[in-house]
Protein backbone atom coordinates (compact mmCIF):
# COMPACT_ATOMS: atom_id res chain seq x y z
CA UNK A 1 0.00 0.00 0.00
CA UNK A 2 1.65 3.43 -1.21
CA UNK A 3 -1.68 5.59 -1.63
CA UNK A 4 -5.13 4.47 -1.41
CA UNK A 5 -8.65 5.57 -0.57
CA UNK A 6 -10.76 3.74 2.61
CA UNK A 7 -13.80 4.02 2.94
CA UNK A 8 -16.91 3.65 5.00
CA UNK A 9 -19.94 1.91 3.90
CA UNK A 10 -20.87 -0.44 0.91
CA UNK A 11 -19.43 0.01 -2.27
CA UNK A 12 -18.07 3.13 -0.33
CA UNK A 13 -20.74 5.95 -0.15
CA UNK A 14 -20.00 6.39 3.52
CA UNK A 15 -17.12 8.37 4.43
CA UNK A 16 -13.49 8.45 2.62
CA UNK A 17 -10.08 8.72 4.16
CA UNK A 18 -6.80 9.41 1.29
CA UNK A 19 -4.05 7.05 3.40
CA UNK A 20 -0.64 6.82 2.58
CA UNK A 21 2.07 4.93 4.37
CA UNK A 22 4.15 7.81 5.83
CA UNK A 23 7.72 6.48 5.28
CA UNK A 24 7.49 6.59 1.62
CA UNK A 25 6.62 10.58 1.97
CA UNK A 26 9.33 13.09 2.86
CA UNK A 27 6.61 14.54 4.72
CA UNK A 28 2.79 15.73 5.32
CA UNK A 29 2.94 18.57 2.45
CA UNK A 30 4.34 15.76 0.01
CA UNK A 31 1.38 13.57 0.93
CA UNK A 32 -1.34 16.74 0.40
CA UNK A 33 0.40 17.54 -2.93
CA UNK A 34 0.48 13.58 -4.18
CA UNK A 35 -3.07 13.30 -3.09
CA UNK A 36 -4.02 15.97 -5.14
CA UNK A 37 -2.61 15.00 -8.06
CA UNK A 38 -3.86 11.26 -7.76
CA UNK A 39 -7.04 11.61 -7.01
CA UNK A 40 -7.76 14.84 -8.56
CA UNK A 41 -9.28 16.57 -5.85
CA UNK A 42 -8.24 20.26 -7.02
CA UNK A 43 -11.71 19.51 -9.19
CA UNK A 44 -13.79 19.19 -6.27
CA UNK A 45 -12.36 21.16 -3.25
CA UNK A 46 -10.31 23.44 -1.85
CA UNK A 47 -6.73 22.41 -1.10
CA UNK A 48 -6.05 22.38 2.34
CA UNK A 49 -3.13 23.46 4.34
CA UNK A 50 -0.96 20.50 5.25
CA UNK A 51 -2.00 20.50 8.95
CA UNK A 52 -5.39 18.58 7.64
CA UNK A 53 -2.97 16.15 7.12
CA UNK A 54 -2.46 13.46 10.36
CA UNK A 55 -0.96 10.34 11.35
CA UNK A 56 -2.31 7.03 11.99
CA UNK A 57 -1.48 3.08 12.58
CA UNK A 58 -2.68 0.12 9.52
CA UNK A 59 -2.27 -2.91 9.79
CA UNK A 60 -3.27 -5.88 6.84
CA UNK A 61 -5.69 -8.43 6.77
CA UNK A 62 -6.36 -11.49 5.19
CA UNK A 63 -8.09 -13.83 6.94
CA UNK A 64 -11.32 -13.56 9.72
CA UNK A 65 -11.47 -16.99 10.36
CA UNK A 66 -15.33 -18.24 11.37
CA UNK A 67 -16.58 -15.09 12.87
CA UNK A 68 -16.45 -13.54 9.11
CA UNK A 69 -15.39 -10.02 8.23
CA UNK A 70 -17.09 -7.03 10.06
CA UNK A 71 -16.73 -5.24 6.27
CA UNK A 72 -17.66 -8.12 4.55
CA UNK A 73 -14.35 -8.50 2.16
CA UNK A 74 -11.64 -11.31 2.37
CA UNK A 75 -8.69 -9.04 2.72
CA UNK A 76 -7.25 -5.20 2.91
CA UNK A 77 -5.97 -2.65 4.97
CA UNK A 78 -7.98 -1.00 7.92
CA UNK A 79 -7.17 0.74 10.32
CA UNK A 80 -6.00 -0.01 14.39
CA UNK A 81 -4.49 0.72 17.50
CA UNK A 82 -1.15 2.11 18.20
CA UNK A 83 1.63 -0.26 17.58
CA UNK A 84 -0.78 -2.86 17.14
CA UNK A 85 0.47 -6.03 16.09
CA UNK A 86 2.31 -5.58 12.28
CA UNK A 87 0.87 -2.08 11.95
CA UNK A 88 2.48 0.46 10.37
CA UNK A 89 2.25 4.57 10.51
CA UNK A 90 0.38 6.05 7.85
CA UNK A 91 -0.57 9.83 6.68
CA UNK A 92 -4.02 10.44 6.32
CA UNK A 93 -6.48 13.31 4.71
CA UNK A 94 -10.00 13.01 5.94
CA UNK A 95 -12.04 13.90 3.05
CA UNK A 96 -14.67 15.12 5.46
CA UNK A 97 -12.36 18.05 6.60
CA UNK A 98 -11.91 19.46 2.88
CA UNK A 99 -14.00 22.62 1.92
CA UNK A 100 -15.91 21.98 -1.54
CA UNK A 101 -15.48 24.68 -4.18
Known amino acids: MDLTIFTEGAGGS ?18 LDDCWREFYLEDEYQKP ?6 KNWVKAFDDYGSEGSPMEIES ?3 FC ?7 FTVYVLNE ?6
Open 14 to 31: GKRWFVGKSDIFLDTKTF
Open 49 to 54: NHEAVY
Open 76 to 78: GYC
Open 81 to 87: NVGEKGS
Open 96 to 101: SDLRKK
